[in-house]
């Protein structure tokens, strides 16, 4: 529990130095039917994350819009209350404090990825408020808060969650394989997806015969494939971020390797500036992904969120196709609202106790939450990259390039094994 320790002793200054600005005047009003909602959070505007966090904040925009166009909650307007943590977790437990007692947000959601979700979660324990979090890898594990959801479709055990479906993929062909090398970077999602990956593979019967980290700022990763290459692994399980997966995958293509099955973990290889960047060299890799154009996929309202969003993403400056992040953006607020809505109530327990007990309908589909706070049933997707020619985008909007193989039930199509760098 150091990671739980270490926040509460930072939460408490910063609590203590907002309180004292806030408590001699801290009176809650009573609601007009004019004043709004106001819904707080920080997002990535900045730093690392703002590709997607600025993606993550048009489609929250885009469901402010469609709530308020149709009466809003409650019959008041909603207000989206948000500031830049810069992608820097320091900035996270100050953004919170503020966002409840000056800006006396009436919720609160989290921003993008586990690195700022998790120091947000001392803030709003402490304040017992409900909160909706934005793709967090087993943020609630150690904090055990009955008043967490999370949207990304991880399902119970995340950890474990994150990579079963590329070993039941990979143990189901003919014949199965026998061993495997986990690569991944040295920071907390990777870290995590390795542990996941770590007992898949032992429960598969494979022998791990490479099993490490590299450091953040490897820029070069023609080392790290050769030393796997050197063990002739059968499966390659990589975890990575963006810049990371992008190295690897040329890496890959350069030096080729004789793994029959690899990816599993890479994150970036949804967003449309890097399928554009990489092309055919994807083909083959199978990898997580949570959706895509893929006839087995089509939930209600989904095409019309998309229509609204690739309409002012240019001028956003955001990911064009916006299939990753963006839908679920959209999602998780409208749990949110459907709660609101169906207690008529902005009490946080009454809240909690709605979201914890029923299903709700999204553009992602049906979602219901378990005890911990994830899904009830996990919908993380294996896809792998067929058919893909050349760079041109627009053959990533068509079915038949990120074929689903995992779950069975959502599955669109059969695995191409064993693996060929780049080939179709």
Known sequence: MPKFSWSRSMTTFVVAACTLIASAAYVIPRAEADDPIKIGFGMALTGALAGAGKAALLSMQIWAEDVNAAGGLLGRPVELV??????NPSMVPGIYTKLINIDRVDLVVSGYGTATIVPAMPIVMNYDRLFLALFALAANEDFQYERYFQIMPAGPGPRVAWSKGFFEVAMRQDPPPKTVALVGADAEFPRNAMIGARQNAREAGLEIVYDRTYPPATVDFTPVIRAIQATEAELIYVASYPPDSVGIVRAINEIGVTAKQ????????????????????????????????????????????????????????????????????????QILGQAVLATGSLDQDTLANHIRSHEFDT????????????????????????NVEGRDLEQFTKPGTRVVLYPPEWASGEARYPYVPGNK
Do not use: C, H
């Open 363 to 386: 553009v992602v589909g049906n979602v219901a939450f378990g005890p911990d706070g994830e899904w009830a049933k996990t919908r993380i997707l294996m896809v792998q990259f067929q």
């Open 262 to 333: 690899f990816g599993g973990g890479m994150v970036g290889l949804q967003y449309a500036s890097i399928l554009g960047s990489l092309g055919e060299k994807l083909n083959g890799i199978v990898n997580y992904d949570f959706w895509v154009p893929e006839p087995t996929l089509q939930f209600t309202g989904i095409d019309a969120f998309l229509a609204k969003y690739q309409a002012q993403a240019e001028d956003a400056g955001v990911d064009p196709l916006g299939y990753y992040l963006p839908p679920y953006a959209y999602a998780y607020l």
């Open 82 to 87: 948000y500031y830049d943590d810069q992608t």
